[in-house]
């Protein structure tokens, strides 16, 4: 699903973010990538999703090195991955139901499978009675679920979560994690970075982490 291949990442007024990275993700994993702050996480993911360019080394997401990838190909690259961060960047004039339409009505989805896709999203993460509500009027835990059903909607097979519960209580942390674990049950890779040692051992699964760039632990 996922191969990194000697990747390193320098930022020009930064340095070294990422050191000599390899570690591949099958099909259906749960992977959480965890680290100290500053670690290259985020630097990571943004990888994935071609938001930042590797500096050196080989990127292969599902049998295509999209390392180079040209502008053009992006949408095709994001098509497969569903993004989740930790600050939720959901439009806040927009309801709930908008928000989760959003990448569907950019795609050129017609206004009834719009809407059936946006209502199985939003009955996955619990949220149905709440579509016509702004965001501002609903707790971290729920806003946070809305930010995963935006990810879902188009039916990803990857999922990537920065953080996605560093803004939450523990109680909606886990409700999160659950909707993750729910996913990844129905055959959805993941990858979730999250520093929260606790969470993670709750959860299950891989964990990669990350020392300063370089990655110390490609264990279960
Ligand atoms: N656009 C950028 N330009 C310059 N330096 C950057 C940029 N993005 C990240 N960095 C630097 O690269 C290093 C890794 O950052 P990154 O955000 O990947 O770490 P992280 O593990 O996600 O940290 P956190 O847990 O605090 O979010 C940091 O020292 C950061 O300052």
């Known amino acids: 699903m996922l191969e990194f291949k000697e990747v390193y990442k320098r930022y020009p007024e930064f340095g070294e973010a990422l050191h000599d990275v390899s570690f591949h993700i099958g099909r259906g994993e749960r992977v959480f990538l965890t680290g100290h702050s500053g670690a290259g996480k985020s630097t990571l993911l943004k990888l994935v999703a071609v938001i930042e360019r590797a500096t050196r080394g080989q990127i292969v997401l599902d049998g295509r090195n999209i390392t180079r990838a040209s502008n053009r190909e992006i949408p095709y690259i994001r098509r497969k991955l569903g993004l989740i961060f930790q600050d939720y960047k ?3 004039d927009r309801s709930v139901f908008d928000n989760v339409a959003l990448p569907l009505v950019i795609a050129g989805f017609n206004p009834g499978e719009v809407s059936r896709r946006v209502r199985a999203a939003l009955g996955k993460v619990g949220l149905l009675s709440k579509e016509k509500r702004l965001p501002q009027t609903l707790s971290g835990g729920e806003q946070q679920r809305v930010g995963i059903a935006r990810a879902i909607v188009h039916k990803p097979d990857f999922i990537l979560a920065d953080e996605p519960t560093g803004n939450l209580d523990p109680e909606a942390a886990r409700e999160v994690m659950d909707i993750f674990r729910d996913f990844n049950d129905l055959g959805v890779t993941l990858l ?17 982490r990350l020392q300063r760039g370089s990655l110390s632990e490609v264990g279960a």
């Not at 970075?193 to 299950?204: M, N, Y």
């Open 192 to 208: 979730i970075a999250s520093h929260d040692e606790q969470l993670i051992s709750r959860c299950g699964g891989r964990v990669l």
């Open 90 to 92: 959901l439009l806040y």
